[in-house]
Antibody
Framework: EVQLVESGGGLVQPGGSLKLSCAAS????????MHWVRRASGKGLEWVGR??????????VYAASVTGRFTISRDDSKNMAYLQIDSLKAEDSAIYYC???????????WGQGTTVTVSS | QSVLTQPPSASGAPGQGVTISCSGS????????VYWYQQLPGMAPKLLIY???QRPSGIPDRFSGSKSGTSASLAINGLRPEDEADYYC????????????FGGGTKLTVL
């Protein structure tokens, strides 16, 4: 079964940092780009960024709203993707999902999400 | 403010049909496929439509998608109470290579 499982969310003070993890199984992880998408309470889905595969130099790209504060990485030996979030702001509070571009480049598999709350 | 524009809400009675629109630009919908996702309360998003009008296995044919120019739409026929959810359109965007843009989402209420 193809599966993605996020973890690492929690309550963090403004200005703090957090590293989210995404564990993949059931597919060839090393051959797939990985994306992160978030949904803040009362708002819609927002694409955060993506990391490509080793043949594509693990290239990353980020939404303008998070560039410079968010870093996506991966460990193909562990089938894991990560989202490092620094200088957290209240507006970063959201459920964070990892997903992959599967057949026909659609996000066909999603994790259950991990919740990040930024508050003092 | 989302890059793709959707109406915030839509509604219909059981058995009726509803259409949700999605408007973008030449860098996203105008030059790339459109995808639709359904998000039930408390759940992760689920792929509903890919490549403008294709349904993944298991998605009933009550759901259909279309695209014209820089706009797209999702039609849901024969509404059921379980269709009550948030619906999002999405597209890859050429203005930032490798990026994806979403609509703001449409909350569908089945009356």
């Amino acid at each position: 079964e193809v599966q993605l499982v996020e973890s690492g969310g929690g309550l963090v003070q403004p200005g703090g940092s957090l590293k989210l993890s995404c564990a993949a199984s059931g597919f060839t992880f090393s051959g797939s780009a990985m994306h992160w998408v978030r949904r803040a309470s009362g708002k819609g889905l927002e694409w955060v960024g993506r990391i490509r595969t080793k043949p594509n130099n693990y290239a990353t790209v980020y939404a303008a709203s998070v560039t410079g504060r968010f870093t996506i990485s991966r460990d193909d030996s562990k089938n894991m993707a990560y989202l490092q979030i620094d200088s957290l702001k209240a507006e970063d509070s959201a459920i964070y999902y990892c997903t992959r571009p599967g057949l026909h480049n659609a996000f066909d598999v999603w994790g259950q999400g991990t919740t990040v709350t930024v508050s003092s | 403010q989302s890059v793709l524009t959707q109406p915030p809400s839509a509604s219909g009675a059981p058995g009726q049909g509803v259409t949700i629109s999605c408007s973008g630009s030449s860098s996203n919908i105008g030059s790339n496929y459109v995808y639709w996702y359904q998000q039930l309360p408390g759940m992760a998003p689920k792929l509903l439509i890919y490549r403008n009008n294709q349904r993944p296995s298991g998605i009933p044919d009550r759901f259909s998608g279309s695209k014209s120019g820089t706009s797209a739409s999702l039609a849901i026929n024969g509404l059921r109470p379980e269709d009550e959810a948030d619906y999002y359109c999405a597209a890859w965007d050429d203005s930032l290579s490798g990026s994806v843009v979403f609509g703001g989402g449409t909350k569908l209420t089945v009356l």
